[in-house]
């Protein structure tokens, strides 16, 4: 029974079964929705993704939408999201989120001075996170985007563990040396109940800005064809685009520099589709309220 159970969870069926590790059940009062986005390899575009997914939410969908940048040793937030200030305090002492392309933002890149090193053991980022989750008052939101830190270790799982994500996006590129990682970081979520609203495939293909042809650079239909093994869905495919580097180095991301372009309609679906799946869960959620075994 638990097998299967435990089944139906990674094809996000169940919420509310326990795996080896317990979710947390701990909510970000205000918040309806947590999303983590989340890549076992670094580089591979968890940030830009989920910038212009934020972005995206909030444009297309016109959904109240945060992003909290919980890559603390590789914040990236302020420079994609162009923000360079310090968040101010409320009364009772909590971070305000800073607000921009009509998304609210929280980043440890906020708190440190540029370039500086950040090298802090374990419990001082866990205390970090902490601080950067329930120490900001994110007011009333539909959707909280989170950019994990890249990898299943002790970060990621404090992160999974301690918010009661809706749901992970799992962004790969399409070759086998990213998808290995893509794997486990599907896995972890799994292990700790969380379902994957579906794969993300970034650099995609490069369209030859000269003949115009696709160029599958890192293989492809591999993420399809991982995410089909595991039993998830695509639910993205971004190509491989100058303009999508150009916007996260000056900090407008191209959602918003190039609306009407076919990578911002790629960001958009992608957006749309994972509105449709948190729909599809929180239906799945009524018809099954929570099992605990
Ligand atoms: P990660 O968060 O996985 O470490 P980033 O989002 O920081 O990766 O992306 C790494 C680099 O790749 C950045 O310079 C970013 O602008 C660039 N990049 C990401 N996705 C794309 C894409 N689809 N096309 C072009 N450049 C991209």
Known sequence: ????????????????????????QLRLEGV?????????KGGVGKSTTAVNLAVALAKNCQLKVGLLDADVYGPSVPMMMKIDRKPDITEDKKMIPIENYGVKCMSMGFLVEKDAPIVWRGPMVMSALAKMTRGVDWGNLDILVVDM?????????????????????????????????????????SKVDVPILGFVENMSFFKCPHCGEPSFIFGKEGTRNAAASMGYKLIGEIPLEVDIRK?????????????????????????????????????????????NL
């Open 1 to 24: 029974m638990k097998g299967f159970l435990g089944s139906l969870c990674r094809l996000g069926g169940i919420r509310g079964y326990s795996g080896t590790f317990k979710r947390s």
């Open 32 to 40: 309806k929705d947590v999303i983590a986005v989340a890549s076992g």
């Open 149 to 189: 830190p890249p990898g299943t270790g002790d970060a990621q799982l404090t992160m999974t563990q301690n918010l009661q994500l809706s749901g992970a996006l799992i962004v790969s590129t399409p070759q086998d040396i990213a998808l290995m990682d893509a794997r486990r970081g599907a896995n972890m979520f």
């Open 247 to 291: 916007g996260s180095d000056e900090g407008v991301p191209v959602v918003i520099s190039a609306p009407d372009s076919v990578i911002s309609k790629a960001y958009g679906d992608t957006a749309q589709n994972v509105v449709s799946k948190l729909e599809e869960l929180a239906k799945e959620q009524t018809l099954h309220p929570e099992i």
